[in-house]
């Protein structure tokens, strides 16, 4: 079972330092810091511990500067950092051997030793996490792991060194302004180096000595005043489709002796490298993502608007996954038309709509605003512009629903047309703001169209027109029955046929309201069991309170 220390010098209760909380952590245990500075060296022996910053990222520092020993030390133990500023003199920041390492969100500087340095075997974990300064930035030998969404700079000596068989994963990471190499590989390394940007070294971007067998893929590596790579005498690898610009000649250096194989090809110059390409993973919450698509799909029919929205979001989830994985995106709009008749469910789908942009980091998460003509037209000239600005404002980082759009396009009779105006302000601010807010414009089908032809750049603004179809009156039985089991009320034998009847008599003209005379129908039922119980002369019993009868609705429609 997880055990939580905390440690605060203020809070009665708490362990005044984190040394004091670890020597008494047993296995599992996590340490709990609240903000502050705290001048200790840590060491973790044969335990496995989790030291966090209780009140999140760069509120907790741990500085060991003025000693001789690494800020944290980890022998044959498991150890998980989180969010953690960690300061180190002459000795390394954080050491490992024999060890599980975990470090997220980390940042790290160090005067003359390496930031974070690994050996005998250790397994680790980096994302996330940036140096700032020191000798070296990450020293990996013997060990296997990944290096994810990290940023290595201003180095006096090598970002990287892999050495002695060491194999780790070092994605989507940057390496800039380094004294000496960006990444050293040498004595047997074979890291896999993708999509990494690597720039402004003293000598080579990459450097690849000792029988070393490296893989680079789709990195990018410029402004280096030695070669983009170099391979010593003995050494193979790949380098493939990698991107190379303003380093010596050749790009690629290849020493007699070496065998690396060489795979042309350049990467789109919309590519996206580095630490970069990975915050836009580090961005979403999938776990929300298949909740929310579970929400959607637990709605009463609506099956092709279903179907469109997953469409749409299988496409943001891939485009950030191409991102993170620094391949090319293109400009995607989230503005949509949501057309048809009321009551089928418009302004909920725009709602989960909204959230799962969030979920996947496709837009920063923001209120759902609904609005319509009076919220965005004023009465004066200037002042829909004003209005329409403020409204789309208050929507950014989420939704922008604007119910019956087609209201805008309309003439209110006066001379100045001021729902034009409105029109022309919304088109530049989604433009100028298109990942910031998603725009979704809701009206009839027929009037839709005439929206969009107000202003010659607004259809291009919208990504695509959803249509919500009429339900059917089997749909709109399940939405009563909803309905009613919220409420708690439970429907007689032969309710549901007489309410299918019902429905399915009602004519689908543009004034038929869907959902709405579901609702408009219960809420007609439930005053008619209130009356014919009122009037029973007795008080109800439990089920009788509950149930609904083929009475209650027949008088609710008038038979």
């Known amino acids: 079972m997880t055990r939580t220390l905390l440690v605060s010098p203020d809070q009665p209760g708490a362990y005044p330092s984190i040394g004091e909380a670890l020597a008494v952590a047993t296995d599992d245990t996590v340490v709990s810091v609240s ?207 990698c991107s190379t610009e303003n380093t010596a000649q050749p790009a690629i250096e290849i020493a007699e002796g070496a065998n690396p194989t060489i795979v042309e090809g350049t990467a789109s110059r919309k590519a996206t490298y580095g630490a970069d390409a990975a915050r836009a993973a580090a ?41 993170s994985a620094g391949l090319p995106v293109g400009a995607v709009s989230h503005h949509l038309i949501f057309a048809g008749a009321p009551g089928t469910g418009k302004t909920t789908v725009a709602r989960i709509y909204g959230d799962l942009l969030a979920a996947l980091g496709a837009l920063p998460g923001g209120a759902f605003r609904e609005v319509s003509r009076r919220d965005l037209v004023g009465q004066y000239i200037g002042h829909t512009a004003e209005k329409t600005a403020g409204a789309f404002d208050q929507a950014r980082g989420g939704v922008l629903f604007i119910d019956e759009a087609y209201t805008l396009s309309r003439s209110s009779g006066g001379s100045a047309d001021f729902g034009q105006e409105a029109i022309d302000t919304l088109v530049k601010l989604m433009e100028d703001h298109r990942d910031e807010v998603a725009v979704i414009a809701a009206g009839y089908t027929g009037e839709m169209l005439q929206f969009l032809d107000a202003n010659p750049g607004l259809a291009s603004r919208f990504a695509k027109t959803i249509e919500f179809g009429n339900y059917s009156p089997e749909q709109l039985v399940v939405i009563v029955q909803r309905m009613a089991s919220g409420d708690e009320y439970l429907l007689a034998d032969g ?65």
Not at 154 to 178: K, M
Not at 296 to 318: C, H, Y
């Open 35 to 241: 903000p502050g500075t705290y001048y200790e060296a840590l060491f973790i022996n044969d335990r496995g511990v989790t030291v966090v910053a209780a009140q999140g990222a760069g509120t907790v520092t741990i500085d060991a500067s003025s000693g001789t020993y690494p800020t944290v030390s980890c022998n044959s133990g498991r150890l998980e950092l989180r969010d953690l500023v960690l300061k180190a003199g002459d000795a390394p920041v954080v050491v490992a051997d024999r060890a599980a390492l975990t470090m997220t969100g980390c940042e790290l500087s160090a005067n003359f030793g390496a930031a974070i340095q690994l050996a005998g075997r250790t397994e680790f974990t980096l994302a996330r996490c940036r140096v700032t300064s020191g000798r070296y930035g990450l020293v990996v030998e013997d060990s296997d792991g990944t290096v994810e969404g990290c940023e290595f700079a201003d180095l006096s000596e090598d970002g990287i060194i892999v050495r002695i068989g060491a194999a780790p994963t070092i994605r989507t990471t940057t390496v800039t302004r380094c004294g000496n190499r960006g990444i050293y590989v040498y004595q047997g390394g074979r890291p896999t180096i993708e999509a990494c940007d690597i720039s402004q070294t003293g000598h080579a971007g990459v450097a690849v000595v000792h029988q070393s067998t490296p893989v680079l893929r789709r990195c990018r590596i410029r402004d280096t005043r030695g070669p983009a790579v170099s391979f010593g005498r003995g050494c193979n690898g790949t380098v493939e489709e």
């Open 283 to 323: 961005q979403q919450d999938t776990a929300r993502v298949e909740k929310l698509l579970a929400d959607l799909e637990a709605m009463v029919g609506l099956e092709s608007v279903k179907e469109e929205v997953r469409a749409l979001i299988d496409e943001i989830q891939v485009n950030e996954w191409r991102r």
């Open 495 to 559: 309710v549901a046929e007489v309410l299918r009847e019902h429905f399915g008599t009602i004519e689908r003209d543009q004034n038929f309201g869907n959902a709405r005379e579901a609702r408009k129908l219960f809420e007609g039922v439930r005053k008619a069991q209130a009356q014919r119980l009122r009037q029973s002369g007795q008080r109800p019993s439990l089920d009788e309170l509950r149930t609904v009868t083929v009475a209650d609705v027949q008088a609710a429609i008038g038979r």
